[in-house]
């Protein structure tokens, strides 16, 4: 009968605790490369949606030309709207 070291049959038993780990760490491994092999490239992409960057870039472009950039307003945002729809009659001279 062969003996085996006593440090080898403790690393057997700590490695057969950690099965289920090892699994999953190699199951994802295998996904996760999977899914960069078989995932396009990335100028793939680009050539593939480069009409709705440039119509969205183009549609920024008109909009902050003829838009402009709007001034914030000194009152605060909603107030005035909120004072309406409470229906407070000393400020409904406001609104005529």
Do not use: C, N
């Not at 050539?47 to 920024?60: C, D, E, I, K, V």
């Amino acid at each position: 009968m062969t003996t085996q070291p006593k440090g080898k049959m403790e690393i057997q038993a700590r490695l057969k605790e950690y099965k289920l780990h090892f699994m999953v760490a190699i199951i994802m491994s295998v996904l996760v490369s999977a899914l960069v092999y078989a995932a396009p490239r990335i100028l793939d992409i680009l050539a593939y949606f480069w009409p709705l960057f440039a119509s969205t870039a183009a549609f920024l472009a008109v909009a902050i030309t003829f838009g402009g950039f709007q001034q914030f307003s000194e009152e605060a945002t909603g107030e005035g709207i909120m004072e309406y729809v409470a229906g407070r009659p000393d400020d409904s001279h406001k609104y005529d």
